[in-house]
């Protein structure tokens, strides 16, 4: 997820937000938060990375653990980067996000992770910069929108395979979260009725056939 930072500017929540120095030269924190790793990657207002930093997700501590995994690899990263400050903070998380609270909900790829948790408000309130959350696959797809692949192209379905099968829709330029914000995840459609038992418990989902899991 190369690109996440782009997650960023195009957030409606971060846009209604003003620079904590609006004199001074944006500058952003990208954060992709994995099972297994936490990446970061510090950028000046052109987007281009300019240090990165990564971190082994905590295996105990839950959440909290994370948000202070998250925090010291954001602040290495930007004593990394020829930058003094942060301006914002986006964060592309593997789960259900809840696009007004910014709570992450129970995520079974994250150790611990067992009940819904304000990771924006917990994360802003760490770094002290407007922070911005949401799931993975659509900010990959943002990224991707604004700086990659699907730049040319304003209605693109993106796929992602790893443990899972992951997906997000963009169309006119717009991505799509849907009435339950899962608008483009299709994993769990169903490629083969009465098929292979998925981890979700159902069969047959195409996630039990093209998933790693
Ligand atoms: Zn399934």
Same mark, same amino acid.
């Given at each position: 997820?190369?690109?996440?930072?782009?997650?960023?500017?195009?957030? @409606?929540?971060?846009?209604?937000?003003?620079?904590?120095?609006?004199?001074?030269?944006?500058?952003?924190?990208?954060?992709?938060?994995?099972?297994?790793?936490?990446?970061?990657?510090?950028?000046?207002?052109?987007?281009?990375?300019?240090?990165?930093? +990564?971190?082994?997700?905590?295996?105990?501590?839950?959440?909290?653990?994370?948000?202070?995994?998250?925090?010291?690899?954001?602040?290495?990263?930007?004593?990394?980067? !020829?930058?003094?400050?942060?301006?914002?903070?986006?964060?592309?998380?593997?789960?259900?996000?809840?696009?007004?609270?910014?709570?992450?909900?129970?995520? @079974?790829? $994250?150790?611990?992770?067992?009940?819904?948790?304000?990771?924006?408000?917990?994360?802003?309130?760490?770094?002290?910069? !407007?922070?911005?959350?949401?799931?993975?696959?659509?900010?990959?797809?943002?990224?991707?929108? +604004?700086?990659?692949?699907?730049? !040319?192209?304003?209605?693109?379905?993106?796929?992602?395979?790893?443990?899972?099968?992951?997906?997000?829709?963009?169309?006119?330029?717009?991505?799509?979260?849907? &009435?339950?914000?899962?608008?483009?995840? $299709?994993?769990?459609?169903?490629?083969? !009725?009465?098929? &292979? &038992?998925?981890?979700?418990?159902?069969?047959?989902?195409?996630?039990?056939?093209?998933? +790693?899991?």
């Amino acid at each position: 997820m190369t690109a996440l930072p782009a997650a960023i500017p195009r957030s @409606p929540t971060m846009s209604a937000m003003p620079a904590r120095h609006p004199t001074s030269p944006a500058v952003y924190a990208g954060v992709d938060l994995g099972a297994t790793k936490i990446e970061v990657v510090v950028t000046g207002a052109d987007l281009v990375p300019a240090a990165q930093a +990564r971190a082994a997700t905590p295996l105990r501590g839950g959440p909290p653990a994370v948000v202070t995994a998250i925090k010291a690899a954001v602040e290495e990263a930007l004593a990394a980067s !020829p930058h003094a400050s942060l301006t914002a903070v986006g964060a592309g998380v593997p789960g259900q996000v809840d696009d007004s609270t910014g709570a992450v909900a129970k995520s @079974p790829n $994250i150790r611990g992770w067992t009940a819904s948790y304000p990771l924006r408000a917990e994360l802003g309130d760490k770094l002290g910069v !407007p922070v911005a959350v949401d799931n993975d696959v659509r900010t990959a797809l943002l990224g991707e929108h +604004r700086l990659g692949a699907a730049a !040319p192209y304003g209605d693109v379905l993106a796929v992602w395979f790893g443990t899972g099968v992951g997906g997000a829709l963009l169309l006119d330029g717009v991505v799509r979260r849907g &009435r339950l914000g899962a608008c483009g995840e $299709i994993g769990h459609a169903c490629a083969s !009725p009465g098929g &292979r &038992r998925c981890a979700c418990g159902r069969r047959g989902c195409l996630e039990a056939y093209a998933g +790693r899991g």
